[in-house]
């Protein structure tokens, strides 16, 4: 409904000068990796909202072409490209969102942590500009291994004095998307209605789709619990394999990132009623970072919403104690990176 409404005003039937005036509020995104295979996409799609007003695509290469193509889109936003490290720090210069897709994708037979040695550094340098040039910006990061990668960006803002837990996210906003998908569709719902809050992680068995707060409610077997849970963990690993080693999930991911992009666009506009699920510091549990449902705002996050973690099926409370470990080790992971890097 969002994207449809989107659409509507952006590409109306009768494109009258009025309706592309600039609104009062409008913003400014950057993304990090802008010529990969998420990128790309992704910037087609933040090209598309009414609420931006200027597009940075930074990348280390290639980010020329995709720039001046997308430029032509006849939407309000403005596309500026910077190449390479020397141009980095302008491309953040008054940013009130930075995405993070920069990095390597998995090829078949690789799980997200085999992409930390190189996507950690990635992250840290990028973060490190972003900390340098965009302290107050809202940081979405989708390099994986998240799980580590978020924790290692906490580290990075901190030491430079910068860190804003509020401001701070790993986008799992794909995993929330996948299983919107695959319950309407086991279920035979309207997509549009369904929403599945998805906690924890974004990897493997750390990625937990809470099925019984599914909205509307819905009933499911056992069996369908463990179907569509299981599916939801390995729905990355699907593409991955069908993609047969050109990459992993870019069009979804495009799709999910950009939604929550506008949802935070939205709660800097002054919108009181935006949730999305998001991996951030947490203190739902006894794990320093979580991902689950949060109210977005102005200032970031404005609230976690506990109350998903309450009255969980045996199933569920299973599952969220068998994830802690995997979860908590991927965390420690990407602060010891972090902090043995002086
Ligand atoms: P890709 O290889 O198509 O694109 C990555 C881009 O990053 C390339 O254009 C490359 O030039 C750029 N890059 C590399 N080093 C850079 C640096 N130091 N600074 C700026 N840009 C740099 O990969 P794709 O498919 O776009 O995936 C990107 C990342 O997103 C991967 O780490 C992947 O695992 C992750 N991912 C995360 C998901 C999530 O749900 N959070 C879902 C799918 C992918």
Not at 89 to 118: E, H, Q, Y
Not at 306 to 328: F, H, I, R, W
Request: hydrophobic share 45%; aromatic share 6%.
């Amino acid at each position: 409904a969002l994207w449809q409404s989107v659409i509507s005003r952006v590409v109306p039937t009768q494109v009258s000068v009025k309706s592309l005036q600039p609104q009062a509020s409008m913003f400014k995104v950057a993304i990090l990796g802008a010529a990969g295979g998420i990128g790309q996409s992704l910037a087609l799609l933040i090209k598309m909202s009414p609420l931006v007003s200027a597009l940075h695509l930074y990348d280390i290469a290639n980010v020329k072409g995709v720039a001046a193509d997308l430029s032509h889109c006849n939407t309000p936003s403005q596309v500026l490209d910077f190449t390479g490290p020397a141009e980095l720090a302008n491309s953040l210069k008054g940013v009130d969102v930075v995405v993070i897709p920069a990095g390597v994708p998995r090829k078949p037979g690789m799980t997200r942590d085999d992409l930390f040695n190189i996507n950690a550094n990635i992250v840290k340098t990028l973060v490190e500009a972003v900390a340098d040039n965009a302290p107050d910006a809202f940081i979405h990061i989708i390099s994986n291994p998240v799980n580590s990668t978020v924790p290692i960006a906490a580290e990075v803002l901190k030491k430079k004095g910068v860190y804003n837990p509020t401001k701070l996210f790993g986008v799992t906003t794909l995993d929330v998307v996948r299983a919107n998908t695959f319950v309407a569709q086991k279920k035979n719902l309207r997509l549009i209605d369904v929403d599945v809050p998805v906690v924890g992680g974004h990897s493997g068995i750390t990625i937990l789709p809470l099925l019984s707060k599914t909205r509307p409610s819905v009933t499911f077997t056992d069996e369908e619990v463990e179907e569509l849970t299981v599916r939801i963990q390995n729905a990355g690993t699907e593409v991955v394999e069908a993609k047969a080693g050109a990459g992993s999930a870019t069009l979804s991911m495009a799709y999910a990132a950009a939604r929550f992009v506008e949802s935070s666009l939205r709660a800097l506009d002054g919108d009181g009623d935006v949730y999305e699920c998001a991996y951030i510091q947490s203190e739902l549990t006894e794990l320093p970072f979580f991902a689950s449902r949060v109210k977005l705002g102005r200032k970031g996050v404005e609230a976690v919403i506990s109350a998903d973690l309450q009255g969980l099926t045996e199933y569920e409370v299973k599952a969220l104690e068998a994830l802690k470990p995997e979860l908590k080790a991927s965390i420690e992971k990407g602060v010891g990176f972090a902090q043995k890097q002086e």
